[in-house]
C-alpha cells in the first residue's frame, strides 16, 4: 500500500560532527551522483564533497562555513531523497531556509547538478560576504504549547531594538516554537541583554551564519541573481512549498516568478518554516512529514508547528510523543532507527 509524504529538506546547521561520514556511510552507491558534485567544486578550486564527508577530523570553524556546510548538506538530503522507499509517494516538497534550494531539486524543478551549482554558489556567496549574523530563542515552554502572545512580545522587543539608531535586528525564520532572529553585532546583543537565558542555552548565536532572510542580505541576493542562470529552472515534478507557505504546482508554476522568489523574497525576507509545513499538512494530509538527512535538529521544528495547529490532536509535546511511539507520524532519515522505515 502507498504511504503519502511530503518531504522536507534541512538548512544550514545540520551537518555536524555525528554526520561526518554521512555519504560515505549511507549512500556508497551514489558515487556518480558525488562525482559531478565534486568536479564541479574542483573546477573552482574547492575541495572535494567527499574528501570532506570523509575526513577524519571535524571542526566547528570549517565545517560551519556557508561554502563547506552548504554543499554537504545538499549532497546528503538529495541523496536520501533519491532513496526512498518505492511505496512512498512523495505528493510535496518544502524545506528550511537554504533547505529551500534542496527542495527545489529534490521536487524536479532543478536538476541535481543544477542544484548543486545553486547551493554551493549561494553557500559561498554567503560566506564571502558574511553580513550579520543569528540567533535562537524560544517562545513556547517545554510542553511545546504555542504561546502567541509570548510570541508577540519577543516579536515586539525586536522591532523596539530594530528602531534603534545604529541598531539592526529582525525576524530572520518562524522555526516551529523557536524564533531565528538576524542582525548586526548592536542588534543581536542588545536582545541577548534584554531576554532571559532559557535551558542554560538560548539566546543561542549560530557559528558562520551571516543575516540570513533579511534586507543585509540585498548583496549577496543580487551576485547569486549576476552569476547564476534561471534558465536552470523547469517545472517541478511535484508540488512545493515556499518559505511564505505558497505552493507551487507541476505544470502551472511561473518559472520566471519563481526565480524571482528564489534570488529574491527568500533571500532578504523572513521565512516562515511553521507556515510552510502547517499549510502541507492542511493541503496534502499526508501519511508522513520525512525530514530529510543530515541531522535530526529540523523534527522538533516540524513536530512544534504541527502541535501548534493542533495537527489530528496533537496538543502538545506529550500528545506528540505518544502518536510517535504508536504510528510514526515524522520520520528524520538522520536518525538510523527512523531511517529504515522509509528507504529502499
Known amino acids: 500500500m502507498t504511504r503519502t509524504a511530503v518531504l522536507i529538506c534541512p538548512g544550514r546547521g545540520t551537518y555536524n560532527k555525528p554526520e561526518l561520514g554521512y555519504l560515505h556511510r549511507h549512500h556508497a552507491d551514489k558515487a556518480a551522483l558525488f562525482a559531478s558534485f565534486d568536479a564541479a567544486r574542483a573546477t573552482l578550486g574547492q575541495e572535494e564533497v567527499t574528501a570532506l ?4 577530523r571535524f571542526s566547528v570553524s570549517k565545517y560551519s562555513r556557508g ?3 552548504s554543499p554537504l548538506i545538499y549532497a546528503s538530503a538529495v541523496a536520501d531523497a533519491q532513496s526512498l522507499a518505492e511505496d512512498i509517494e512523495v505528493v510535496a516538497v518544502t524545506g528550511n531556509s537554504m533547505g529551500w534550494y534542496i527542495a527545489l531539486a529534490a521536487a524536479g524543478a532543478l536538476t541535481p547538478q543544477h542544484g548543486f551549482d545553486l547551493v554551493n554558489t549561494m ?15 524560544p517562545f ?3 510542553d511545546w504549547r504555542n504561546d502567541p502572545h509570548r510570541k508577540a512580545d519577543l516579536l515586539q522587543k525586536v522591532a523596539e531594538i530594530n528602531a534603534r539608531e545604529g541598531h539592526v535586528l529582525s525576524l530572520s525564520i518562524d522555526l516551529g ?9 548592536a542588534g543581536l546583543s542588545a536582545f541577548e541583554a534584554a531576554v532571559p537565558v532559557v535551558e542554560d542555552r ?9 543575516g540570513f532572510h533579511t534586507r543585509l542580505q540585498e548583496p549577496v541576493a543580487a551576485a547569486g541573481r549576476a552569476r547564476l542562470n534561471a534558465a536552470m529552472l523547469q517545472q517541478p ?3 512545493l512549498i515556499d518559505g511564505r507557505g505558497a505552493i507551487w504546482r507541476p505544470g502551472a508554476t511561473d518559472l ?4 524571482d522568489y528564489t534570488l529574491g523574497h527568500q533571500v532578504v525576507e523572513p521565512y516562515d518554516f511553521t507556515r510552510a509545513v502547517q499549510n502541507a499538512a492542511l493541503e496534502f494530509a499526508p501519511d508522513l512529514f520525512i525530514v530529510t538527512g543530515p541531522g535530526t535538529t529540523l523534527g522538533g521544528a516540524v513536530a512544534q508547528s504541527l502541535v501548534h495547529q493542533n495537527w489530528q490532536g496533537l496538543s502538545d509535546k506529550a500528545a506528540f510523543k505518544t502518536r510517535q511511539q504508536k504510528d510514526p507520524l515524522l520520520i528524520s532519515m538522520g536518525d538510523d532507527g527512523q531511517r529504515k522505515l522509509v528507504v529502499r
Request: cysteine-free; glycine content about 14%; charged content about 15%.
Open 140 to 142: 513556547t515552554g517545554s
Open 202 to 210: 538560548f539566546p543561542m548565536r549560530l557559528a558562520n551564519h551571516a
Open 177 to 185: 516554537g523557536l524564533l531565528v532572529l538576524a542582525g548586526d553585532e
Open 256 to 259: 520566471a516568478a519563481l526565480w
Open 67 to 69: 561554502d563547506i556546510a
Open 123 to 137: 553557500g559561498s556567496l554567503m560566506q564571502e560576504h558574511l553580513i550579520g549574523g543569528q540567533l535562537v530563542y
Open 53 to 56: 564527508d570523509g575526513a577524519t
Open 237 to 239: 515534478e511535484v508540488a
